[in-house]
């Protein structure tokens, strides 16, 4: 199983996770525990610093430099369509909750924005 979740995101391809020290500070900014913070992404009750918040840890999480993340976060999920930040969240949330399969078929690993893409191509 895969915790980590690849995507295009801004200006290149990048690995997101969630690692524990990530989520303890998403619980921390959120005030609330994971599987609250989970469920409220899910049901689209979410504000939307979780979703940047989700984003710019999961660079760090993914092995980007915090500094390069919340350059990455300010240039590229602010003042940008929530559409577009909601898949690319809940995909990064979702490989830390339920883990992915260890393959690249994006429709098989329910990837929301890679299985998008595909669709589109």
Not at 10 to 22: K, P, V
Not at 99 to 116: E, I, K, V
Request: aromatic share 8%; proline share 3%; with cysteine.
């Amino acid at each position: 199983m895969n915790l980590t979740h690849t995507a295009f995101f801004g200006d290149g391809e990048y690995t997101f996770a969630l690692t524990d020290d990530m989520i303890t500070e998403l619980e921390r900014l959120a005030d609330l525990g994971i599987g609250a913070f989970y469920l409220r992404a899910v049901n689209m009750q979410f504000k939307l610093a979780d979703l940047i918040e989700i984003i710019r840890l999961g660079l760090i999480g993914g092995g980007t430099k915090p500094e390069r993340a919340a350059q990455l976060a300010d240039t590229y999920a602010r003042n940008t369509p929530i559409d577009d930040l909601y898949p690319l969240a809940l995909d990064i949330l979702d490989a830390r909750w339920g883990g992915r399969p260890d393959t690249t078929d994006a429709a098989q690993t329910c990837d929301q924005s890679a299985a998008l893409d595909e669709a589109a191509e």
